[in-house]
């Protein structure tokens, strides 16, 4: 089956909405594990992003104690005498970061699913000029160059007798910051190269350009965007109804203590 | 007469560069006529053919003096992308020539810009991969693909544009032995279309296919004499 990168891009949209505005960790959990099924439906390897991700752990433990050390709420876990290292809110805070970060990279993943050409046409067949779509694909495609770039130079150093690894960590940048024209002369070279072949292709030669490559959305597609929204405004008005309630119940609980303050003071 | 290449006592230097790359260049290529420029590394072969097809000077600058005409049309008169109708150029580096996720839309790239109907298109695609031969990976990824078959696809692509010039800048040098043959053979077939090529090279296994072989020495274009191989090497 092929869905088209519209819906694909509506369905990352959505859940990445949902990921920044709601606050609530079990329903960020929640949305994750939603997420998480879309991905595997889309047959991402689902594995290998979470590998990725996993690099993270340490913004999270630097959020946690951020948060632990600049807030006074919550219960102190790790304390050096008079100083907060950690609190509960702080892990809590730590968390809910990690989780928003799964759901917006695992579910951006899903649009990897189509290729450069089938998103290039998608944002066309939305009105984004052409010439936008097109440096974004272009841009997309100069990562790996620069990834392959950056490798060759190392391997390039290593075969000089210099072991990157085993190299103290002042003079390892001092390397890297050795490394960094030549790396960057030699990708504007490629960059420009490339833009040569783009330019000798009739680029712009018009306003107006022919897609040999048409989107049609299928009945399926359309089915695919409406559980979308309906799932998404769900899901909204469900946190927003439980935010409320529990800010109305913390209204009462706040009233109750201030009446029985109120009480004891006058027996 | 009108020739589809006429370069006229052309003058180039880069921007920022003392030399003066070309240094009063003549040449007139006639229709249908496969002429092949040789020189050392570094002489200007690229830079000459970069004034045919309008890279200079709309892409880089410098001081360019002399006139370079497409079918009696000064260069200077035409946008690139009239220019692009009329000239195509595959480029050494088959890696920096792609970027399409499949070849397909590779192919369609050229094509599109100039609004050619779709149907069309789609006519020139397997017009073109027969012409490589190479219609088996019509919805393979170009960078899955080995040096060679990436340079017959960056072939392949310029071709849909049916450009009735056709420049080649040394597209053989970056390309394995069985590559070579291959890429060989469809020169050939171009030839016998009708097409006007220029052919650079650095290899003298490859001036066969020509019909008139010229060397750029000092800045300037000369006929080829076999006594002056000194640099140029066989493979
Ligand atoms: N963009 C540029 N700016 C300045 N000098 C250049 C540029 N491109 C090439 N050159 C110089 O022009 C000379 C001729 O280059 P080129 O035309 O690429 O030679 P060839 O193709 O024969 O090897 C070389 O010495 C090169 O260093
Ligand atoms: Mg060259």
């Not at chain 1, 993943?109 to 046409?121: A, D, F, G, K, L």
């Amino acid at each position: 089956m092929n869905i088209d990168p519209r819906t694909k891009l509506i369905i990352v949209l959505c859940l990445s909405t949902l990921a920044i505005f709601i606050k609530d960790i079990l329903f960020l959990s929640g949305i994750l594990l939603i997420t998480i099924m879309i991905s595997l439906f889309f047959k991402v390897n689902i594995l290998q992003v979470l590998r990725e991700i996993k690099r993270l752990l340490y913004v999270l433990l630097a959020i946690a104690v951020i948060q632990s050390v600049f807030s006074t709420d919550g219960q102190v876990l790790i304390g050096l005498g008079k100083l907060t290292i950690l609190t509960t809110v702080g892990v809590q805070k730590g968390l809910e970061f990690i989780i928003r970060i799964m759901i917006i990279i695992s579910s951006a993943t899903i649009i990897t699913t189509s290729n450069s050409r089938e998103i290039i046409q998608g944002l066309v067949q939305w009105r984004l000029p052409y010439e936008v779509a097109f440096m974004v694909s272009i841009g997309i495609r100069f990562l790996p160059i620069l990834r392959e770039e950056i490798k060759d130079s190392i391997v390039a150093i290593q075969l000089r007798g210099i072991e990157i690894k085993k190299t103290p960590l002042k003079k390892k940048l001092y390397i890297y910051s050795y490394l960094f024209t030549p790396i960057l002369v030699s990708t504007i070279i490629k960059a420009q190269k490339l833009s040569m072949s783009v330019e000798m292709r009739g680029f712009r030669a018009y306003e107006r350009r022919t897609s040999y490559m048409v989107l049609r959305m299928s009945y399926v597609d359309y089915l695919i965007i409406f559980f979308s929204f309906l799932c998404a405004t769900t899901l909204a008005h469900l946190y927003i109804d439980q935010s409320v309630l529990t800010l109305s119940s913390l209204k009462r609980m706040s009233y109750f203590v201030y009446n029985s303050i109120r009480l004891r003071k006058f027996l | 007469m009108i020739y589809p290449i006429e370069i006229n006592n052309l003058h180039y230097k880069y921007e920022k560069d003392a030399r003066e790359i070309l240094n009063g260049a003549n040449l007139k290529v006639a229709k249908g006529e496969t002429v092949a420029i040789v020189g050392l590394s570094g002489s200007g072969k690229s830079t000459l053919i970069y004034n045919i097809c309008g890279i200079i000077p709309h892409i880089y600058r410098g001081e360019a003096k002399g006139q370079v005409k497409i079918w009696g049309k000064d260069i200077l008169d035409m946008k690139l992308s009239e220019i692009s109708t009329k000239v195509g150029i595959v480029f050494q580096d088959p890696d920096t020539q792609l970027f399409s996720p499949t070849v397909e839309d590779e192919i369609a790239f050229g094509p599109e810009n100039l609004c050619i109907a779709r149907e069309q298109i789609g006519l020139r695609i397997k017009k073109v991969l027969e012409t490589v031969n190479m219609e088996e990976y019509r919805l393979e990824n170009p960078g899955n693909l080995s040096g060679g078959q990436k340079q017959l696809i960056a072939i392949a692509s310029v071709l849909a544009m049916e450009t009735e010039i056709l420049l080649f800048d040394e597209i053989l040098s970056q390309v394995d032995k069985e590559g070579r043959i291959k890429i060989r053979e469809v020169i050939k077939g171009l030839k016998e279309e009708g097409k006007t090529i220029i052919l650079i090279e650095h290899d003298l296994n490859n001036l066969q296919i020509a019909d008139r072989v010229l060397q750029l020495k000092d800045g300037k274009l000369e006929e080829f004499k076999a006594g002056d191989i000194i640099g140029l090497h066989r493979t």
